[in-house]
């Protein structure tokens, strides 16, 4: 297991853009998938970006092309940049570790989460 702890939520206007940052403990954060996840009023949380262990990414439909997740083993560190924000991207975003080399899209492949960091997108 490793613990998550997240960073970088704010306000924003539509059109702008936030970093979203997650540091992870423990030793063996390079052999985790990481991912990034969202859970918005009322809706079950959904899956956004994930990162293997050797940077390769897959990302949802709705965030394609306007975020982007990286990873650097050296600082135990997996950010999510999310430029071009709209109001549909206000939510209560989360880190999650993987104990696996390969990345998953579903929530229950993430046995590591952080605590959660809101991100709102004003119109």
């Known amino acids: 297991q490793v613990q998550l702890v997240e960073s970088g939520g704010g306000l924003v206007q539509a059109g702008g853009s936030l970093r979203l940052s997650c540091a992870a403990s423990g030793r063996t954060f390079s052999s985790y998938a990481m991912g990034w996840f969202r859970q918005a009023p009322g809706k079950e949380r959904e899956f956004v970006a994930v990162?293997?262990?050797?940077?390769?990414?897959i990302y949802s439909s709705s965030v394609k092309g306007r975020f982007t997740i990286s990873r650097d083993n050296a600082k135990n560190t997996v950010d999510l940049q999310m430029n071009s924000l709209k109001p549909e991207d206000t939510a209560v975003y989360y880190c999650?570790?993987?104990?696996?080399?390969?990345?998953?899209?579903?929530?229950?492949?993430?046995?590591?989460w952080g605590q959660g960091t809101q991100v709102t997108v004003s119109s």
């Open positions: 999650a570790a993987r104990n696996s080399v390969w990345p998953s899209t579903a929530r229950a492949d993430f046995g590591s």
């Open positions: 990162t293997s262990r050797s940077g390769g990414s």
